[in-house]
Each structure stands twice: as C-alpha cells, then as structure tokens.
C-alpha cells in the first residue's frame, strides 16, 4: 500500500491539514448515503429481530445500492471515509461500514497480530494507518 499522506504522522493526525485536503462534498455524500443504509438495517432489525443472529445485515450492506454508492467512488470515497471513522467515538454499525468501504477500496485485508480480520472500525483504524506509514 505504502500511501504517503501528509496528514498522518505515527503520532497523530493533522486535523486540520486533513480537513483542507479533503473533497468535504464526498465526505458528505458518503455520510448520508451510510448513514442511510445503517438506519435501514437498524429498522429492519428492531422489525426483526432474529435477522441479526442470521447474518442478514451483511447481506444487506453487500447487496445496497447505497454501499456500492460508495464504493463507486473509489479513491474519491478513501480520506472522507478514513475521516469519519478517525472523528467517531462510537463503533457501531455506521463505522463498521465505513471501515468495510475502506478495505474494500484499499484492495488488501487487514488482519491484527494473531492474523485475524479485524472486528471493529477502531481496531480496523489502528491496522489501516500502520499501513499508511508503511510499519506493516
């Protein structure tokens, strides 16, 4: 991967200086479109629950429109989405998404030290910006 980005340090990120090199109308667009799709899945399994032990909600993030929206993007979709998973405290279905988007258009996996996927967007992060600063 090996991506310079001038934002990202091994100590922390440049808020600002990412916030300047940022498309904030993809940032935008990528928020509503995921954020629209969480809120789907969420109504689907406050309807039904049972959907969330089978597995559904994946099925559902693969399968939507609004997510291949995203993906669709390509490059244009990568800061805004490493952004948003950077800012959030929570680490929920929203930033799973998120974090899934970024694998997805990275083109490479993501395992942690026991060489597991990773399970959660901050754990995700965490792997993503070693392989920013090329440490892995």
């Known amino acids: ?34 954020q ?3 809120n789907q899945i969420t109504e689907k399994q406050r309807k039904d629950p049972d959907s969330i032990l089978r597995g559904d909600w994946i099925h559902d993030i693969a399968e939507s429109e609004h997510y ?6 390509g490059n244009r979709a990568v ?26 258009l990275s083109k490479e996996e993501f395992l942690n030290e026991d060489g597991m996927k990773w399970a959660t967007s901050k754990e995700f992060l965490k792997l993503y910006t070693e392989k920013i600063l090329g440490e892995n």
């Open 36 to 38: 629209t799709l969480a």
């Open 68 to 73: 291949q929206n995203v993906i669709d993007m």
């Open 79 to 104: 800061k805004p989405l490493y952004y948003i998973v950077y800012k959030s405290e929570k680490t929920g279905l929203y930033e799973w998404m998120c974090s899934l988007a970024l694998e997805k």
């Open 1 to 34: 991967m090996k991506t310079q980005w001038t934002e990202i340090s091994v100590n922390d990120v440049n808020e600002e200086l990412f916030l300047k090199n940022m498309d904030i109308e993809a940032l935008t667009f990528i928020a509503e479109e995921l």
